[in-house]
């Protein structure tokens, strides 16, 4: 059974950026492909981006000029760093298992989530 | 870029039928899944693909996809159904994900 596990600081200061690390257990991180997801208090679901296990990404074109995201094979995790945070980018970040194919794009395994403030 | 509409509140009877509707133009060319997210938690996915359902997925919960609508059926609806459901899609055009708004499930 795979399980995701989000970890990172929960208090980021305005203009700094944002880390985050996503660790899979049960499972390899060489299959699939690896989102991350937000959720902002009070308000709907946001999809940041995915990486693939060799490092290929896709980010929302909203937010690309902040987004990077990386992929460790070996510690079997994925991460994500957010530039130049402000007070919006507040909110709980998701880290989710992808299916995706030309046709489709599904997230089938989430992790707890972690809450995040730019204060 | 690709918008999905849903209404912001379904209310239900419970063991009656909820039916939570997720608009976008053409949807029906595309593949639709569907998400449960209880407060508190994380999102869980009740259907993919239109209609597939996840192992572990009561039979209760079915999907449909034709014209400008994709539609989230929960039949036979218990208190324990009571969240906020998002319909979520790939646009192609702009290659990203999106997410419909979200709809509040309050079983009566």
């Known amino acids: 059974q795979v399980q995701l596990q989000e970890s990172g600081p929960g208090l980021v200061k305005p203009s700094e950026t944002l880390s985050l690390t996503c660790t899979v257990s049960?499972?390899?991180?060489?299959?699939?492909?690896w989102s991350w997801i937000r959720q902002p208090p009070g308000k709907g679901l946001e999809w940041i981006g995915y990486?693939?296990?060799?490092?290929?990404?896709v980010y929302n074109p909203s937010l690309m000029s902040q987004v990077t995201m990386s992929v460790d094979t070996f510690k079997n995790h994925f991460s994500l760093k957010m530039s130049s945070v402000t007070a919006a980018d507040t909110a709980v970040y998701y880290c989710?298992?992808?299916?995706?194919?030309?046709?489709?794009?599904?997230?089938?395994?989430w992790g707890k989530g972690t809450t995040v403030t730019v204060s | 870029s690709y918008v999905l509409t849903q209404p912001p509140s379904v209310s239900v009877a419970p063991g009656q039928t909820a039916t939570i509707t997720c608009g976008g133009n053409?949807?029906?060319?595309?593949?639709v899944h569907w998400y449960q997210q209880k407060p508190g938690q994380a999102p869980v996915l009740v259907v993919y693909?239109?209609?597939d359902r996840p192992s572990g997925i009561p039979e209760r919960f079915s999907g449909s996809n034709s014209g400008n609508t994709a539609t989230l059926t929960i039949s036979r609806v218990e208190a324990g159904d009571e969240a906020d459901y998002y319909c979520?899609?790939?646009?192609?055009?702009?290659?990203?994900?999106?997410f419909g708004g979200g709809t509040k499930l309050t079983v009566l």
């Open positions: 989710a298992r992808a299916s995706v194919t030309t046709y489709y794009y599904y997230m089938d395994v």
């Open positions: 049960g499972g390899s991180i060489s299959t699939y492909y």
């Open positions: 990486i693939d296990y060799s490092g290929s990404t």
């Open positions: 053409n949807i029906g060319s595309k593949s």
């Open positions: 693909d239109d209609s």
């Open positions: 979520q899609t790939w646009d192609s055009g702009s290659d990203h994900v999106v």
